[in-house]
């Protein structure tokens, strides 16, 4: 006679291929801390173990990171995983928006330079407190200053202005 209540205990168990995948899992979140430069690290509050090996293998070579990788997986294991995740998530998600936000600054300031007339009604709509008059002088002096090879002071001016304004609105 057949016993099904082990039969049903054996496939509750977690499968060989299972508890490899979730260490893998452990170990591409302690590679994500990793790459995370230190002042981020700062912000998931992470034990004070974990963070000491996180630092530790940001300068290690190949085999050495590898075993540090190794070690900081069962660190997270013994952690709440869900969470770590989650905070590096939110931390890659402001990362990204702090990208787009300046490449939009970025192609804001080349449409300027470049000389495209409807930037300015953009900029204008966009920004309350925006100085035309302002940004049309940064964008001459930039353009003469590229004309005679000089550094682009006004240039650099005119990302900075286009930023702060930026940041004004949030």
């Known amino acids: 006679m057949i016993d099904y209540e082990d039969e049903y205990d054996d496939n509750?168990?977690?499968?060989?291929?299972?508890?490899?995948?979730?260490?893998?899992?452990?170990?591409?979140?302690?590679k994500a801390l990793i790459a995370l430069p230190v002042k981020d690290l700062h912000k998931l509050a992470l034990p004070e173990k974990l963070f000491d090996a996180v630092i530790k293998a940001q300068s290690l070579s190949h085999g050495a990171f590898k075993r540090e990788v190794g070690y900081i997986g069962r660190l997270i294991a013994e952690e709440d995983f869900d969470a770590i995740g989650q905070n590096v998530d939110k931390l890659k998600q402001v990362h990204h928006g702090e990208v787009k936000q300046f490449h939009q600054v970025e192609t804001w300031?080349?449409?300027?330079?470049?000389?495209?007339?409807d930037i300015m009604t953009v900029l204008h709509h966009q920004f309350n407190d925006f100085d035309g008059q302002y940004v049309r002088q940064l964008v001459r002096n930039a353009k003469k200053e590229a004309e005679q090879d000089k550094p682009a002071k006004s240039a650099r001016l005119l990302f900075k202005y286009l930023q702060q304004c930026q940041s004004d609105m949030s």
């Open 12 to 30: 509750e168990e977690k499968s060989k291929s299972q508890v490899k995948r979730e260490l893998q899992a452990l170990k591409d979140l302690g």
């Open 109 to 117: 300031r080349d449409a300027l330079l470049s000389g495209q007339s």
